[in-house]
Structures are given as C-alpha cells and as structure tokens.
C-alpha cells in the first residue's frame, strides 16, 4: 500500500489513499497508480476486448525476474487497478454481494476492566492465537446453550504450585464449586 502510494510512512491514508476509498474518485486514483507506479509497457498487455490481461502480465513480470506465485499476485494488483472498477465485497462463498447501507454494529469485546483485571491475575499467560477444532453442540429446549472455549498460555518458567492456583482458579470461576 505504500509502493501505491496509499498510505504514508506512518500508516495513515495519503490523499491518494482517500480518492481509492471513495466510489467516485476510485477510478482516479486508479490512473495516478498506473501512471507514477507501472511502467507504460503494461498498458499495452491487453486482451480482444481492451482490457488488462492477467495472463500477459504476469508473463511479462516472469521475465522481469519474479517468481510464479509474486508474478500473479502482482499481476492480480494491476489487472485490479487497471480496470478501474471499485470491486465488489465478497462473500464467504466467493460470490459478490452488495454493498451494506449502514455501517454494521459495533462488535462485543471485553470491556477493558475486565481484560486488565485478567491480565493482573495471570501476568505470566501469553497468547499465540491457536485454535483447535470445535465439535458442534446441541442445542436445548430451554434456549441456545453458550460455550466457552478457554486457552490458557502458561510459560515454561511457571512453578507447579503457579500451574495448580490457575486451575483452581478455573475450577472455582467455571464450575461455582
């Protein structure tokens, strides 16, 4: 995003960066990419019909020295620019989708006190972000059941005493005993 001049040094949008945002100024900043950025050879890399074509362009980025996988990915960014078109959003099938009117809800997440107060009490916890599969739960008759899936980090440095209060505390806080 920066080699595109979207963003600054910094991270933050450059007027650049707002044009591609905006549906009416994308086409826009689309040119000012195509003209500062790609060099006019690619312009020429076209299909019958006068638009980009992807399989050229990363031929002709292959032979300027890249690889198979950053060719095409390259080359899926100029195609992208060069058409023109604010994309549609995706969906999880791989179908477009309209874009949403409204902005959508703000998400739940723990407020701050309460993410502070657990991190107090677990100062040694770390969190890699893995995930295990998650068997599907049934639901009752009384209404929806909540689930808690609960990963717990402990370092290699922690006692056996450190290990046993943290499943105390687990066993105290998730089953009231």
């Avoid at 638009?51 to 198979?68: E, F, I, N, R």
């Avoid at 959003?89 to 407020?111: C, E, L």
């Amino acid at each position: 995003m920066r080699r595109l001049g979207l963003i600054d040094e910094e991270g933050s949008l450059t007027e650049r960066g707002q044009k591609w945002r905006v549906d009416g100024t994308y086409a826009a900043a689309c040119d000012e990419i195509i003209d500062e950025i790609y060099p006019a050879e690619l312009s020429s890399l076209t299909d019958d019909e006068g638009k980009p074509d992807k399989a050229s362009v990363k031929t002709w980025l292959q032979h300027k020295g890249l690889g198979d996988s950053n060719a095409s990915n390259m080359a899926s960014t100029y195609v992208m620019i060069a058409e023109r078109q604010v994309p549609e959003a995706p969906t999880t099938n791989g179908q477009a989708k309209p874009r949403p009117k409204v902005a959508p809800a703000p998400s739940s997440k723990a407020s701050p006190s309460r993410s502070a107060a657990a991190s107090e009490r677990l100062p040694a916890a770390e969190s890699t972000g893995h995930r295990e599969p998650v068997a599907p739960i049934q639901g009752t008759a009384n209404g929806p059941e909540v689930r808690l899936d609960i990963q717990i980090h402990i370092p290699a440095t922690a006692t056996a005493d450190q290990i046993d209060q943290i499943f105390a505390s687990m066993a105290k806080h998730l089953y009231k005993n």
